[in-house]
């Protein structure tokens, strides 16, 4: 599967989840402020699904050999691997 395959999908995806997910948060309380600049969830998504898929054995190295290197094209907002993880362990 290409980058913008695994991406169309996840978007699909989110385009149902998000909303939901944003109308629970309210209900909840739960609801936090969005980062601008940081990554889109589909786009969080894709990295995670194409990690996966590519054969590296760490996120870590797929990240910083592969995404920052040859994927930077797909993803305008892409940010450093440490900031990466912070967003993602949101």
């Not at 990295?47 to 590296?56: D, P």
């Not at 994927?71 to 967003?87: A, D, K, M």
Request: glycine share 4%.
């Amino acid at each position: 599967m290409d980058t913008i395959t695994i991406f169309c999908a996840s978007d699909e995806f989110c385009k149902e989840f998000e909303p939901r997910w944003e109308q629970h948060l309210l209900e909840s309380s739960l609801k936090r402020r969005r980062w601008q600049g940081a990554l889109c969830l589909s786009e969080v998504m894709t990295i995670m699904v194409g990690f996966h898929l590519s054969g590296y054995r760490t996120f870590k190295h797929y990240y910083l050999n592969y995404m920052l290197r040859y994927q930077w094209g797909y993803f305008p907002r892409l940010v450093s691997y440490n900031r990466f993880v912070e967003l993602a362990l949101r």
